[in-house]
């Protein structure tokens, strides 16, 4: 298997300064792969697809959708995509498309190592010793895989790919094509930043859970992406999350010196269904948390 470097960038992590966090070994092949499957499922004609709608999908952990919150939403974001919530290997076996399976679970898989490598440093600066059972759980207790694809839009100007928006995530986990059209916005300046395609590599996004984890100290990217009116792109984010039935608040660690917790506790499935009841809206979701 062709194994080369892999270039990290972590993003607008404290103070909208984005720079490069590590060097590490990642089989470039199998973001290749994830790449190939995302085309060959939104290929598929659309009564494949429609199999794993809301409706009609076996299992509550795969949905295939359009646009982010329809119901909610002025004009309808330019986006499907299909969300895969891992459960296991054989859940994955019995439910996922068989058309993307494979790859995505490799893509999970190779991952994990850096995943762990990136919440072992954030969490150095909470004063988290180590990531132990509990702090597992908190960080990376379930793991959500999205494929984004973002159709050619014939009005580009009328609507989004994505809204502004924070993840729920402790960390995602981004893998864009070379299309372009993420934009950050700085917390330094508020400007919209492009995030430019850089081969072989990952976009790292902090999540709001990682927010209110460090009581404030890492804050969540607030992005969004352009739609586009020439090209179709594709994006593969792995939503790094707490395990549903956690309750997160600050952490020990973070507030044991005497500073004034901002968040308090809520479990956070609570939290991520109140983020998905309502349209994409910039970093309000995460003052749903606050004291
Ligand atoms: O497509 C992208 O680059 C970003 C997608 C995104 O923000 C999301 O799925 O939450
Ligand atoms: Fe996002």
Known sequence: ????????????????????????EFPL??????????????????EEKSKFTKENSLSTNV???????????????WKDYLSLFFVSEAEAEQFWPDICRNETLEYIDKSKKMVRKL?????????????DETKESLFMGSIRVNLNYYPICPNPDLTVGVGRHSDVSSLT????????????????????????????????????????????????VEHRVLANGNNNRISVPIFVNPKP???????????????????RDILYSDYVRYFFRKAHDGKKTVDYAKI
Do not use: C
Request: aromatic fraction near 8%; glycine fraction near 8%.
């Open 1 to 24: 298997m062709r194994t080369e470097s892999l270039k990290l960038s972590v993003m607008l992590l404290r103070n909208g300064v984005s720079f490069k966090l590590s060097i590490m």
């Open 29 to 46: 092949e199998v973001l290749d792969d994830v790449k190939a499957a995302t085309h060959r499922f939104f290929n598929l004609p659309v």
């Open 63 to 77: 949905r295939f959708g359009t646009s982010f919150s329809p119901r909610a939403e002025k004009a309808l974001e």
């Open 119 to 131: 919440l072992e440093y954030l969490g150095k600066n909470l004063n988290v010793k180590e990531l």
């Open 173 to 220: 986990i981004l893998l864009q094509d070379q299309i372009g059209g993420l934009h950050v916005r700085s917390l330094a300046s508020g400007n919209w930043v492009h995030v430019p395609p850089v081969p072989g590599s990952f976009v790292i996004n902090i999540g709001d859970a990682m927010q209110i984890l460090s009581n404030g100290r890492y804050k969540s």
């Open 245 to 263: 039935e956690s309750v997160i608040g600050p952490l020990p660690e973070v507030i044991a010196n005497g500073e004034e917790p901002i968040y």
